[in-house]
């Protein structure tokens, strides 16, 4: 019952835009700037926000990143395997499959986490959150660097996306300030 208490505002926020989006409140063209507006703006907000308040002296953050490390290299070993016995799919179609086969979603992460252990586990979440985001992001950039579309796969292109990563910075940006004190 807590899991979904933890997950009740999530899900309001979910089916308000289900309801949005069905009952054409806001125009089609209005999605792709909400879009844009929460993978430029909000989204990195709330990682620097919730980064900027976790202290990891004191915490086991060491396996956590052990763990999360061995989960992703896993995962994304057994899709570039399969993409690469298998052949089925477009290298451009592997690039989204092996988001969709390794990416998480932060927000439900972090709403059961703080729903069912409170500050501590909204704090042990975000730990883990800083870490999962910057590991997927560069799996992610590497994968669409070696098998997307794009002209340009060199390494010169790949550090450029890391660099202008907005949820890269902002994992960045919060650990800063959390180091600081300034968070």
Not at 36 to 56: A, D, E, G, V, W
Not at 81 to 86: A, F, N, S, T, V
Request: hydrophobic share 55%.
């Amino acid at each position: 019952m807590n899991f979904l208490i933890a997950l009740s505002p999530v899900m309001t926020l979910i089916i308000i835009g289900y309801v949005l989006r069905k009952t054409t409140f806001l125009p089609d063209a209005a999605w792709s700037g909400i879009e844009k507006l929460t993978y430029y703006i909000l989204f990195p907000s709330l990682l620097i926000h919730t980064l900027s308040r976790q202290n990891l002296q004191g915490s086991d953050w060491h396996s956590m990143l052990l763990v999360i490390f061995a989960t992703l290299l896993l995962s994304a070993t057994v899709l570039v395997l399969w993409h690469l016995l298998r052949r089925a799919d477009s290298d451009a179609t592997f690039t989204s499959v092996f988001q969709g086969g390794v990416r998480f979603n932060t927000y439900i992460a972090l709403a059961v986490a703080q729903g069912l252990y409170g500050a501590a586990g909204l704090a042990k979440g975000s730990i883990a959150v800083g870490f999962m985001v910057v590991l997927i992001n560069v799996a992610c950039v590497s994968v669409f660097v070696i098998w997307g579309n794009s002209a340009a796969r060199s390494m010169r292109a790949f550090v450029r996306e890391l660099l202008v990563n907005p949820l890269i910075i902002a994992c960045i940006i919060g650990w800063g300030l959390g180091l600081t004190g300034m968070g």
